[in-house]
């Protein structure tokens, strides 16, 4: 398998311009979890998905953040309008239920 | 609240000796999973290792193993023979619920530098 599929690897934008990141969990997965990690905050668990339904979105930041798993194999996460402050890596995991998650390489964003 | 305390910083070690990093949780749950993770400079995130919390031996993988000391709610990770390629931020997680949810909360990481 190749793994966890997440795309672009950097992304650079404006302030004020819509920022979509995609994943591709591992063919079987049935948890996807989106993580952001900053120097401040660490890693942060932001929403995570069981069988394509969103569990638990608590971790979101705010309402310019959402995030869609239309199938098993894909899922997007949005930042509409994005803020300098959204500026981290972002990450992207799955796993079966019970065992380790697998994640991404991650997504580099700089909003300017 | 659940949490994962992790107090060091950063770590140095010499090559080819062993070091222990520290980790200690705080849970409720009566059943819960333990993990470590590895984060080199690329920034790819790598499980190392598992320990659930009624497995009676503790876990090993290679040059891995886990320290369990579930009353003292400990879950340090030693890994022996350090190499260079070991240098990285270390993460311990912990997947509360007895895994219902299958997420993870993680401390704040480790960063560990192997000295030649």
């Known amino acids: 398998d190749a793994g966890v599929i997440q795309s672009p690897r950097h992304e650079v934008t404006e302030m004020g311009q819509e920022v979509t990141l995609r994943c591709k969990p591992i063919?079987?997965?049935?948890?996807l979890f989106w993580y952001r990690q900053t120097m401040m905050r660490g890693l942060e668990l932001l929403i995570y998905?069981?069988?394509?339904?969103?569990?638990?979105d608590s971790g979101m930041p705010e309402d310019r953040f959402s995030a869609k798993m239309p199938n098993a194999s894909f899922s997007t996460l949005k930042i509409q309008p994005s803020e300098p402050r959204d500026s981290a890596v972002y990450f992207c995991?799955?796993?079966?239920?019970?065992?380790?998650?697998?994640f991404g390489p991650g997504t580099r964003l700089t909003v300017t | 609240a659940q949490k994962i305390t992790q107090t060091q910083p950063g770590m140095f070690v010499q090559e080819k000796e062993a070091v222990t990093l520290d980790c200690t949780y705080d849970?409720?749950?009566?059943?819960?999973?333990l993990f470590w993770y590895k984060q080199p400079s690329s920034g790819e995130m790598i499980f190392l290792i598992y320990q659930g919390s009624y497995d009676q031996q503790n876990a090993t993988e290679g040059r891995y193993s886990l320290n369990f000391q579930k009353a003292r709610k400990s879950a340090n990770l030693v890994i022996s023979a350090s190499q260079l390629g070991d240098s990285a931020m270390y993460f311990c997680?912990?997947?509360?619920?007895?895994?219902?949810?299958?997420?993870?909360?993680f401390g704040t990481g480790t960063l560990l530098a192997v000295q030649p």
């Open positions: 995991a799955s796993s079966t239920p019970g065992y380790e998650q697998y």
């Open positions: 998905f069981n069988n394509n339904v969103p569990i638990d």
């Open positions: 849970t409720s749950d009566p059943s819960y999973g």
């Open positions: 997680a912990m997947r509360p619920e007895g895994g219902a949810t299958n997420k993870l909360i």
């Open positions: 063919s079987g997965h049935d948890y």
